[in-house]
């Protein structure tokens, strides 16, 4: 294995590992594996949608959607297992700070495996990161939209 930025790391962080990089926590760690990982450019990631969801019961009574906004926070949460493994931002908390060209594409159901690629497209003085992702679910794009995160002293 060459040793180039665009070599794929051939680790899958399991749930123990993504809550060792994130501080996020039931009912809000969203991301139950990163399969794929490119150190600084893009990493993929799980989401097992499961009926036990604590969102389901009231949405929606008699047909479950995962909502939206909990779609894009778990790319999201993929997007910080990229910077919380730069090397230089370690131990440091990035939040939210935009979203643009959200598109929902299909609903998200229960027993969905939401397979979710996020790819850092710009990150600048190591405060401000712009990331792309999409979420997938069986081959069809479920989500996909563009992020941004600030640093948070």
């Known amino acids: 294995m060459t ?4 070599t794929v790391d051939s680790q899958i962080l399991t749930v123990e590992q993504i809550q060792a990089l994130l501080p ?12 794929e990982y490119v150190p600084g450019e893009r990493a993929v990631g799980l989401k097992n949608v499961t009926f036990n969801e604590p969102y389901f019961p009231g949405h929606i009574p008699g047909r479950p959607l ?3 906004v909990l779609q894009i926070e778990s790319m999201a949460q993929v997007g910080g297992t990229i910077l919380m493994q730069i090397p230089e931002l370690k131990g440091k908390f990035f939040a939210f700070a935009g979203i643009d060209k959200a598109r929902f594409r299909r609903p998200v159901v229960p027993g969905d495996q939401l397979i979710m690629t ?3 497209l710009n990150l600048k003085s190591n405060r401000i990161a712009k990331m ?3 979420g997938e679910i069986d081959g069809q794009l479920a989500v996909q939209a563009d992020m941004m995160f600030s640093l948070i002293d």
């Open 3 to 6: 040793n180039n930025s665009a």
């Open 24 to 35: 996020h926590r039931y009912p809000f760690a969203l991301v139950d594996r990163i399969l």
């Open 66 to 68: 995962m909502p939206g």
């Open 118 to 120: 996020v790819e850092l």
């Open 132 to 134: 792309q992702g999409k």
